[in-house]
C-alpha cells in the first residue's frame, strides 16, 4: 500500500462508517433483576446490532472518497473561481467547540471537507484546525492513525480505531464521527450531485443507501442503549427516506430531500 500522509489516512478511515462487531462493552445492559422475557429482548438487540457492525467491518471506502482522491472528480479553472461557500468554515467554528462531541464531530466534518476543497485548489484552512482538534481530543486511536507508517490496509486502522476507542470508554464517540461522517458526504452530494454522480455507478449508488440504512438502523439499536446518542439518532433519522438503487433515482432523491438533507447537516453540528 502507498505510504500517505497522516491527514489522508485520517480522511480515509473517518470516511469509512465500518466498524468491528464487538459492541458488548458499550451495548450490554442485561439487568440480572430483569424478567427472562427482558433479557430475550435485550441479547436480541445485542445480537442485531453485532451483525449490523460485523458488515459494516467488510465495508471498503466510500464512493465519495474514492472519485474525490482518484481524481474521477476535475474540475475546469472557471468552475474553480466560482468556490463553494456551503462548507464548513473552521476559522468561525473552532472557538463554539466546547464538548468532546463537538470536537469528534468537527473533525470528521473537516477531513472530508478538506477533501473537496482541494477539487478547488482552496487554501488549507482544515490541517491546522484538526491538528488542534487532535491534541484537544488527545485519543489515542487518533493518535494511532497520525503515527501510522502507511503499511495497515484502512480496514484494518478502521478496526483498530474503533477496538481502541471502546476500550478506552469512546465507543459512543467513534458512532458519533460514523454518523458526521454520512451526513457530511450525503450533503455535499446535495450541493454538487452533478459533479459527483457523473462518475457513480448504480453499483455505488446502492453502496450510499446501503451505508445509511446501515447507520440509521445502528442507531436505532444504539440508542435503546445509551440515550446519549438518542439525540443524534433523531438528527439523523430523516436521511433514512433514501432508498435509491440507481444513479437515477439517487439523483432525484437528493432534489426531492436537499431541504431536510440541509437541516440534518445544521442540526449536527449545532
Known amino acids: ?23 458488548k462493552k458499550d451495548t450490554k445492559v442485561i439487568s440480572e433483576t430483569g424478567t427472562f422475557e427482558e433479557q430475550l429482548i435485550k441479547k436480541g438487540m445485542n445480537m442485531h446490532l453485532d451483525s449490523l457492525t460485523a458488515i459494516w467491518l467488510r465495508l471498503k471506502s466510500s464512493p465519495v472518497y474514492s472519485v474525490t482522491k482518484d481524481g474521477k472528480v ?7 473561481k466560482v468556490q463553494p461557500d456551503y462548507l464548513l468554515n473552521p476559522e468561525t ?9 463537538q470536537k469528534y464531530k468537527a473533525l470528521v466534518g473537516f477531513a472530508v471537507d478538506k477533501e473537496f476543497a ?10 491546522p484546525a484538526m491538528q488542534k482538534l487532535v491534541a484537544d481530543l488527545n485519543d489515542p486511536a487518533i493518535d494511532m492513525i497520525k503515527d501510522n507508517d502507511g503499511k495497515i490496509s484502512y480496514e484494518e486502522m478502521n478496526t483498530k480505531v474503533y477496538d481502541m476507542m ?3 470508554g469512546r465507543g459512543n464517540r467513534y458512532w458519533e464521527m460514523a454518523a458526521t461522517g454520512l451526513v457530511e458526504q450525503t450533503y455535499l452530494l446535495c450541493q454538487n450531485k452533478d459533479k459527483f454522480l457523473t462518475n457513480f455507478t448504480d453499483k455505488d449508488a446502492e453502496d450510499i443507501i446501503f451505508r445509511t440504512i446501515l447507520l440509521v438502523n445502528a442507531f436505532e439499536d444504539l440508542q435503546e442503549y445509551n440515550p446519549e446518542l438518542l439525540n443524534i439518532y433523531n438528527i439523523i433519522l430523516p436521511i433514512g427516506k433514501l432508498d435509491a438503487i440507481t444513479v437515477d433515482q439517487l439523483s432525484k432523491q437528493l432534489d426531492e ?13 449545532e
Open 257 to 269: 430531500y436537499k431541504d431536510e438533507i440541509t437541516k440534518v447537516h445544521e442540526q449536527l453540528f
Open 166 to 168: 471502546e476500550e478506552n
Open 74 to 80: 476535475k474540475l475546469s479553472d472557471a468552475e474553480k
Open 1 to 23: 500500500m502507498k505510504k500517505l500522509t497522516y491527514f489522508s489516512m485520517l480522511v480515509a478511515a473517518l470516511f469509512m462508517v465500518a466498524c468491528n462487531g464487538n459492541t
Open 93 to 101: 467554528m473552532m472557538d463554539k467547540l466546547e464538548t468532546l462531541s
Open 118 to 127: 482541494t477539487l478547488y485548489d482552496m487554501k488549507d484552512v482544515y490541517s
